[in-house]
């Protein structure tokens, strides 16, 4: 969806409002009281009322919009200027476009709808054949970070992130060249740099039935314990370049576009601004990611589940 669509389908705030509603009721509504899934709309004091225990839920409540004095419209503009170009922008330029006067406001709304988009993804496990390799991103680390990281490679002002690729290896049969296609991705800061972080990010990102491709770094030993085939190369130019392809393309268009969007990111909000990167990469072939997000931003089952 484009700004022109966007103000002709929400023309104003009743507009938004009432989108939304219609949104929660085909997605349903949880009673946070008794746990109901039934309700009705009561108009006249714009909530949903539960059938079973006739608790009202409000309009935000149960949403990513959930104790947020900002307007509705508000936030569907954040989305869709977060959604409509492959860079993004930072909010300091929605700030401006919106023409709001708190900055740490549109922020901290960009903070929810990424950790959002960080949610919705992690409904998902990949599976099939999987590249695995890890990537180091300058951030702005806090002292509090900094002190519980290691001297040396990935500290500092270096936060390391494994990054997953589902990659499908093709084969031209007239010609016989082979080649790779790339389905989705997983990007997620580990913790340190042992063999046991990147083990839990392999078990709550990879289907256990998935070949997985890696370099042989030590971390990667234990991998082969959580899936079905793990394949270990020796890292070089070719490896990179053929087995690893993917991965290394997904680190180096996320680094351009944080360098180019955004003046710094700070080490503890990294994960934010990964899940962002890889929401919209995930849904390139999408026709409206925008129409996605605000789905997700009403979907009750895992929202305020951890």
């Keep these: 969806m484009n700004i022109l669509d966007f103000f002709e389908k929400f023309k104003d705030e009743k507009a938004c409002k009432e989108y939304l509603r219609d949104l929660r009721m085909k997605e349903g509504v949880i009673c946070k009281h008794c746990g109901s899934k039934k309700h009705y ?94 990537g180091y991103f300058e951030t702005e680390v806090s002292e509090k970070v900094r002190s519980n990281l290691k001297r040396g490679k990935g500290s500092q002002r270096q936060l390391n992130v494994a990054v997953m690729a589902e990659s499908v290896p093709l084969e031209n049969l007239d010609t016989g060249q082979k080649s790779k296609s790339c389905r989705f991705f997983k990007m997620r800061v580990l913790e340190d740099q ?78 934010r601004y990964l899940n962002e990167f890889v929401y919209k990469v995930n849904r390139r072939y999408f026709n409206s990611v925008f129409e996605r997000l605000l789905v997700a931003s009403v979907f009750p089952y895992w929202y305020n589940s951890d």
């Design 194 to 271: 042992s063999a046991e972080a990147i083990n839990n990010v392999v078990k709550g990102s990879i289907n256990e039935k998935s070949i997985v491709f890696t370099d042989r770094s030590a971390s990667y030993v234990d991998i082969e314990k959580y899936i079905e085939v793990h394949v270990m190369e020796k890292s070089t130019p070719e490896v990179t370049k053929e087995t690893l392809k993917w991965v290394h393309i997904a680190i180096s268009n996320a680094k351009r576009n944080f360098l180019g969007v955004y003046h710094k990111i700070k080490g503890e909000n990294l994960q």
């Design 41 to 134: 709309w009561l108009a006249s004091k714009w909530q949903f009322q539960c059938s079973s225990c006739s608790f009202r839920t409000t309009l935000k409540s149960g949403t990513v919009m959930e104790n947020s004095n900002l307007s509705v419209r508000k936030w569907f503009l954040i989305m869709l200027f977060m959604t409509s170009t492959k860079k993004g922008m930072s909010a300091c330029e929605i700030k401006r476009q919106m023409e709001h006067s708190r900055y740490n406001t549109v922020l901290s709304v960009m903070h929810r709808i990424r950790d959002l988009m960080g949610k919705r993804d992690n409904m998902y496990q990949l599976n099939d054949m999987i590249e695995f390799d890890e």
